[in-house]
């Protein structure tokens, strides 16, 4: 049998053209805003009162302290928990390789008088033997007529230091062009570059090295 009186369908309810609130029941006010309160009264509060502090405040503190980290920020970002000085782990192992990036030292340079010895230009025994590259200009424009130079440049690839010859070059007489460049040498326990006048008024040679080098 059918209901009597009949029950609205969902379609009746929604085609209808008028339809009133007449009753809420719970505390919907206090769901909504948190108290029991007109929402435009609550929502006309501005959202920094909430604080006894504004952004302004907060930023302007001339100190700041982080006191704590919660989780496990080590393992975050080395992928163990360990220190940067003790952990083994592949992310560390990247990370120590940054210390091999390449850094240049202070230009090596001067002003070198002829005597008539093989006398060294530049002597590069770097304490701790790390890798480096040497390279670097010798200015011939004092040479004259009857000025004779030897260039030699030595190379050692054992400890203790033992000098081998790599290259001899001679200059001699007014040069059309001055300056020399000597070509970038790699090397870890030492390199020496020298100069030789053996002939001729003793002339005054300026220089100017670059080393650059992975500790």
Known sequence: MPDFPRPATAAEVWAYGTRTLT???????SDLVGADQAIYTRLD???????????????GVATREL???TGTPRTNLLGVDATFEASTGARATRIDRLANIEAFDTP?????TADGTEQNVVL??????PSRFLEGYIDFVNMAAGDTVVIRQYVSVVTPVAYRQYATETYSGAQAMPMLFVVSKSGRYGIRVTLQQTAGTMRDFPYQFFRRRIA
């Not at 009753?23 to 006010?29: E, L, Q």
């Not at 509060?45 to 930023?59: F, G, I, K, L, Q």
């Not at 090596?108 to 070198?112: S, V």
């Not at 590069?124 to 033997?129: C, K, P, S």
């Open 108 to 112: 090596i340079e001067g002003t070198l």
């Open 23 to 29: 009753g809420i029941t719970g505390t919907p006010r």
């Open 124 to 129: 590069d025994e770097v304490t701790g033997n």
């Open 67 to 69: 006191t704590g980290i």
């Open 45 to 59: 509060v501005a959202v920094s009162t909430r604080s006894s502090h504004s952004a302004a405040d907060v930023w």
